[in-house]
């Protein structure tokens, strides 16, 4: 006779659910806002931007150096918060990939991730993040390739 233990669901994490009203905040914000695409464009990263001042010291500098290589390598990727997240998004304002800092969900370390829209694509498996613990000179340059990668300009 076999026993199965069953493990009672407890639902999303404290984070989880702060992520969750972040991106209904963020979605009525991008709603409400008025003027031209482009003066909402700046809008977009000044909200990036304060997101990624909030952020702790570890944190913050590596999302300030991704934010750089994402927008220099990839200027067709607007800046927008996703799920309280610094993220890029293409031409359709769909995320092609994002930052996610490790203290926003407790983790030991911060991630760079990739949606599907970004075209990593690498037979039948490959890879969507990558965690970080310092953007290098060295990881720079493999961020800007995997971007480069991801938005076809390669």
Same mark, same amino acid.
């Given at each position: 006779?076999? @026993?199965?233990?069953? /493990?009672?669901?407890?639902?999303?994490? &404290?984070?989880?659910?702060?992520?969750?009203?972040?991106?209904?905040?963020?979605? $009525?914000?991008?709603?409400?806002?008025?003027? @031209?695409?482009?003066? #909402?464009?700046?809008?977009?990263?000044?909200?990036?931007?304060? #997101?990624?001042?909030?952020?702790?010291?570890?944190? *913050?500098?590596?999302?300030?150096?991704?934010?750089?290589?994402?927008?220099?390598?990839? =200027?067709?990727? &607007? =800046?927008?918060?996703?799920?309280?997240?610094?993220?890029?998004?293409?031409?359709?304002? $769909?995320?092609?990939?994002?930052?996610? @800092?490790?203290?926003?969900?407790?983790? *030991?370390?911060?991630?760079?991730?990739? @949606?599907?829209?970004?075209?990593?694509?690498?037979?039948?498996?490959? &890879?969507?993040?990558? &965690?970080?613990?310092?953007?290098? =000179?060295?990881?720079?340059?493999?961020?800007?390739?995997?971007? /480069?990668?991801?938005?076809? /300009?390669?």
């Amino acid at each position: 006779m076999t @026993s199965t233990t069953t /493990t009672a669901y407890e639902g999303f994490t &404290a984070e989880e659910r702060a992520a969750m009203k972040d991106h209904a905040r963020e979605t $009525k914000a991008a709603a409400a806002r008025r003027g @031209s695409k482009a003066e #909402k464009a700046a809008l977009a990263v000044a909200d990036v931007l304060a #997101k990624i001042a909030e952020m702790g010291d570890a944190d *913050r500098a590596m999302a300030e150096r991704i934010h750089t290589v994402v927008t220099a390598t990839a =200027p067709g990727l &607007a =800046p927008k918060l996703w799920y309280g997240m610094p993220a890029y998004a293409d031409e359709a304002g $769909k995320v092609v990939c994002f930052f996610q @800092s490790a203290e926003k969900f407790t983790s *030991r370390y911060a991630t760079l991730g990739f @949606s599907d829209r970004a075209r990593l694509d690498d037979g039948p498996m490959w &890879a969507a993040g990558y &965690a970080l613990t310092e953007v290098t =000179p060295e990881v720079e340059d493999r961020i800007a390739a995997l971007v /480069t990668r991801a938005v076809g /300009t390669a």
